[in-house]
C-alpha cells in the first residue's frame, strides 16, 4: 500500500487496505476473518486492534493532527517514522521489553506491531489499586538499557552521530514537549486548564521566579544535552502491564536528549498516581497501603535503573567516553567508579528536575492525566491535585540537595499527608 496516498483507516477499511500484506496476515490470519477495532485513548493517533482467525495485532496509525485537539493543530505524519526507528532501537537495546514491530508503512504512517495479550495501560491499573510484582525493576531496567546503550558511553560514534541527526528531525514532537512541559505551566497559556480550587496555588507557583527560572534550566538541558536516544513520552500510559509482565510502548517524541528526562518522567507519573489514590480507593487504610507500594515503586525504578546502568558501565562501556584505556587498562578502575558516580550524581538531579516539572504540567497544562481527571469530586480532585504541584515544586527546587529516593519518597509521605485547599 505504500504506493497509495496517505489515507486515514477506518475500522472498515482495514482488511481491504492491510489484508494482502504477509507480516500482518501471518499474525492474524485470513482478512476475511478479522474484525477491527478502534481503541486509541491516547492524545495524537489511531489505534485499531486486528482480531483474525489466528492471532491479534496492533495497527498503529498517525493522523495528520493532533487528536486531542482536532484538526486546528496539524502535525506532520512522520512521527510515525521516529515511533518505528525508536521501537526497532528499543527492542534491540533492551530485549522483550517492547512490542515487536511486524510491518512498517511509511506513507500510510503506519506500524503493526505486536498485540499484547491480557494487557492494560498501567495508568488504569494504578487507578484500580492493583499491584505489579518487579515492576519498578523492569522499568528501571529498561531506562538503563535504552539509555545507556543510546549514548556515546556505548556506541560506536559515527552510528552514534548518525542517529542524532536522524531523530533530530522529530522537531514538532520536540515542540510540543518544550511548550508544553517546561513552559506553559508557568504563564496562562491559551490550551492550559487546571481545576479552579487551585487558583492560589497556580497564582503562588506562576510567582515563583526561581521555580521559573529553574524549569527554564532543565529546558535548557532537554533541547541542548543530546546524550542519549529518549523514548521521549515514559509515562505511566507509555507501559502496559499483565500481573507480573510488562512492556514499554509508544515512543514516537523519541529523540536525542539528557539520560534523567525519561527517568524523571516516570517516577513522575508514578508520584501522580500516589497523590492520586484517594480518589480512586475507598478504603483509608487501602489508600495508605496503595501509595506505601506505588512510593517503593518509584524507589525500584531508580535503585534498578542505577543498578543497571552502573552494570553496562562496568561490563559495556565501549563508546567514545570515559574509554577503559584512560581508566580501567592504566589500573584505575577507581577512577571510572568515581566518574560513573559523578555520571550518575549528574542524571539524578536532572530527573529529579524533570520529575517535578512533568508534575506541574498533567495539572497545569493541555495534557492532563485520568488519575486526576477522573476524579469527579471537584474538591477532592483539587486537594489531591494541590499535593502533585507542592511535590512537584519541593523537587524541582531541591534538586541540588535532595540525595536519595528515600528522601524522596519521605518528602512525598509528608506532603501526602497534608491540606493544601
Ligand atoms: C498535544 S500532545 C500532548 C501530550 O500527549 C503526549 O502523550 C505527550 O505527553 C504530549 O505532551
Ligand atoms: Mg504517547
Not at 264 to 285: E, Q, R, S, Y
Not at 291 to 310: C, G, K, N, R, Y
Not at 326 to 352: H, M, S, T, V
Not at 355 to 362: A, D, K
Request: hydrophobic share 45%.
Amino acid at each position: 500500500m505504500s504506493a497509495t496516498p496517505y489515507e486515514a483507516l477506518t475500522p472498515e477499511t482495514v482488511a481491504a487496505r492491510l489484508g494482502d500484506i504477509v507480516a500482518v496476515s501471518a499474525h492474524a490470519g485470513a482478512p476475511e476473518t478479522w474484525q477491527v477495532s478502534e481503541v486509541g485513548d491516547g492524545n495524537l493517533n489511531l489505534v485499531f486492534i486486528v482480531t483474525g482467525a489466528t492471532g491479534q495485532v496492533i495497527v498503529k496509525q498517525a493522523l495528520p493532527y493532533v487528536r486531542l485537539v482536532g484538526e486546528s493543530w496539524p502535525l506532520p505524519l512522520k512521527r510515525a517514522f521516529f515511533e518505528y526507528n525508536a521501537l526497532i532501537r528499543q527492542a534491540a537495546r533492551a530485549p522483550g521489553m517492547v512490542p515487536e514491530v511486524y510491518h512498517y508503512d511509511d506513507a500510510q504512517a503506519l506500524v503493526v506491531m505486536e498485540f499484547l495479550t491480557d494487557h492494560v495501560i498501567l495508568r488504569q491499573s494504578l487507578m484500580q489499586g492493583i499491584r505489579h510484582a518487579g515492576l519498578g525493576l523492569f522499568l528501571g531496567r529498561f531506562c538503563a538499557q535504552t539509555l545507556f546503550r543510546g549514548s556515546d558511553l556505548s556506541m560506536e560514534t559515527a552510528e552514534r552521530k548518525r542517529d542524532l541527526a536522524l531523530f533530530a528531525d522529530n522537531i514538532e514532537l520536540c515542540d510540543i514537549t518544550e511548550n508544553l512541559v517546561f513552559s506553559d505551566p508557568y504563564f496562562a497559556a491559551p490550551m492550559n486548564r487546571h481545576t479552579p480550587a487551585l487558583d492560589p496555588i497556580v497564582a503562588m507557583l506562576r510567582g515563583d521566579r526561581d521555580l521559573k527560572v529553574a524549569a527554564q534550566h532543565l529546558k535548557a538541558a532537554f533541547a541542548n544535552n543530546a546524550e542519549t536516544l529518549l523514548h521521549g513520552d515514559l509515562h505511566t500510559g507509555s507501559v502496559m502491564v499483565s500481573g507480573d509482565k510488562a512492556r514499554v510502548i509508544d515512543p514516537e517524541f523519541a529523540t536525542y536528549g539528557p539520560i534523567g528526562f525519561d527517568v524523571g518522567m516516570l517516577i513522575a507519573n508514578f508520584l501522580m498516581a500516589a497523590c492520586a489514590v484517594p480518589g480512586h480507593l475507598a478504603d483509608t487504610a487501602e489508600q495508605a497501603s496503595y501509595q506505601e507500594w506505588i512510593l517503593a515503586t518509584a524507589a525500584e525504578v531508580w535503585d534498578s535503573f542505577a543498578q543497571e546502568f552502573t552494570h553496562l558501565w562496568r561490563n559495556e562501556r565501549k563508546g567514545i567516553l570515559y574509554q577503559s584505556t584512560l581508566f580501567e587498562d592504566q589500573n584505575d578502575a577507581l577512577g571510572a567508579e568515581q566518574a560513573r558516580l559523578d555520571r550518575l550524581a549528574a542524571i539524578w538531579r536532572d530527573a529529579l528536575g524533570f520529575c517535578g516539572v512533568e508534575m506541574h504540567r498533567r495539572i497545569l497544562g493541555l495534557a492532563h492525566i485520568a488519575e486526576y481527571d477522573q476524579i469527579a469530586d471537584d474538591t477532592l480532585r483539587a486537594r489531591c491535585e494541590a499535593r502533585g504541584l507542592m511535590l512537584g515544586r519541593a523537587l524541582v527546587i531541591g534538586r541540588d540537595t535532595i540525595r536519595s529516593m528515600a528522601d524522596v519518597t519521605d518528602l512525598a509521605r509528608s506532603i501526602l499527608g497534608k491540606d493544601y485547599l
